[in-house]
């Protein structure tokens, strides 16, 4: 695993990880392998800005190993917004994990880091600077198939999971404007699921997620991390950028004057001036003003 260098910058290569550095972020590669966690395949590859750090650790790794950690800002990244600290340690998408006999290279990067981090990095971010995975996406959870196209949600439930009160209600749709947040639970937690989290419904659900229609239930197999977590960061940051964005009034456009009335207009003034109705300087102020109608 050694440091090598690209038309980038620094490339520190670790056991599950690649670390290239730029000179105003990260770009980390997760490579794809049976040992690699399937979250971080899924995840493929993320631009980290110093932006959203607020800083990063060198620690004692197990079985002869050191770990460089980086600390993303709280509010700077929809995934680790959404995860809410239930992510196991070997998914972690800001873990490094190097041999010990590197640990002088850690410790040299880690400083390098700490000296591009913001004045303001230790705050929270003031929008999400890490971008989460792209939808479309989708994913099968026990009682249904979830699924985003970037601004819908849609729920379709599967008749072998879904409780009688979900069936009533029927397949849902749920627009992103609908939506002020999302709630994840993990699949390895006992009660694991997704919920939507629906404007003007404070207090939070009454039901469980196994009956509310905003939600769909994790386990057996279903709704795995790596399908699910990305899914819930993409509806997050699609929630948070509509939040973001001041709704606009749309402007509709003055009705263009008639030439054809301003046309008989005029000639009607023409006919007031030849009957001396009208001035010289009278007549030509009125031609003008309807003239810059047009």
Do not use: N
């Amino acid at each position: 695993m050694p440091l090598t260098m690209s038309g980038m910058g620094d490339v520190l290569a670790g056991y599950h990880a690649v670390w290239e550095f730029d000179t105003d972020s990260v770009l980390i590669r997760y490579e794809r392998g049976i040992r690699t966690p399937k979250l971080l395949q899924a995840l493929g590859r993320r631009r980290v800005p110093y932006e959203a750090l607020a800083g990063v650790e060198q620690l004692p790794g197990r079985h002869g190993t050191v770990v460089l950690r980086a600390v993303p800002r709280p509010g700077a990244d929809p995934l680790m917004d959404a995860a809410d600290g239930q992510l196991k340690e070997g998914c972690d998408p800001y873990r490094l994990v190097l041999p010990a006999e590197r640990d002088t290279l850690a410790e040299y990067y880690a400083e390098r880091i700490r000296a591009e981090l913001t004045p303001h990095g230790a705050g929270p971010a003031p929008h999400y600077l890490v971008a989460a995975p792209t939808p479309p996406s989708s994913f099968k959870a026990y009682d249904g198939k979830a699924s985003f196209d970037g601004s819908t949600v849609a729920f379709r439930w599967f008749w072998t999971g879904a409780s009688t009160a979900k069936w009533k209600a029927g397949d849902q749709r749920f627009a992103v404007e609908e939506l002020s947040g999302v709630h994840w639970r993990s699949p390895d937690s006992p009660g694991g699921h997704l919920r939507l989290l629906r404007r003007g419904r404070g207090g939070g659900p009454a039901a469980g997620a196994d009956q509310d229609p905003a939600a769909v239930v994790f386990g057996r197999g279903y709704g795995l991390v790596h399908e699910s977590l990305p899914f819930a960061a993409a509806v997050l940051e699609a929630v948070r950028q509509r939040a973001a964005t001041p709704a606009v009034t749309a402007r509709v456009p003055a009705a263009r004057p008639d030439p054809g009335g301003i046309a008989d207009r005029i000639r009607h003034l023409g006919e007031l001036h030849e009957a001396g109705l009208l001035t010289d300087d009278e007549f030509s102020a009125k031609k003008a003003e309807l003239l810059a109608e047009l």
